[in-house]
């Protein structure tokens, strides 16, 4: 299973750091990644990151705002993100695939519930 956490309301420019705890299985050989949808929006690829290998790969708008990063001690997959606008209001979702980088969510066969991040203009 996944567990999201760490959303919350902010205001624009402000930041929150989003959590992702695995549990109930092993996904070092997965490849973990945040979503987010929008009201009245798709679903869309934020950020991913390779358990075993470390490798980063970011949607390109959010490259130098967001940042992906694992602790494999605590079995976790944080989304630091900084710089906050309203349009990045939406719900945050991770997920695991087995497919390495995939921005695809047809590749992810495992997902959390969402964790809701709101930001005020």
């Known amino acids: 299973q996944l567990v999201e956490s760490g959303g919350g309301l902010v205001q624009a420019g402000g930041s929150l750091r989003l959590s992702c705890a695995a549990s109930g299985r092993t996904f070092s050989r997965y490849t973990i990644s945040w979503f987010r949808q929008a009201p009245g929006r798709e679903r869309e690829f934020v950020a991913a990151?390779?358990?075993?290998?470390?490798?980063?790969y970011y949607r390109y708008s959010m490259k130098g705002r967001f940042t992906i990063s694992r602790d494999n001690a605590k079995n976790t997959v944080d989304l630091q993100m900084n710089s906050l606008k309203p349009e990045d209001t939406a719900v945050y979702y991770c997920a695991a695939s087995g497919v390495v980088g995939s921005p695809s969510q047809d590749s992810y066969d495992y997902w959390g519930q969402g964790t809701q991040v709101t930001v005020s203009s």
């Open positions: 990151i390779n358990w075993s290998s470390g490798n980063t």
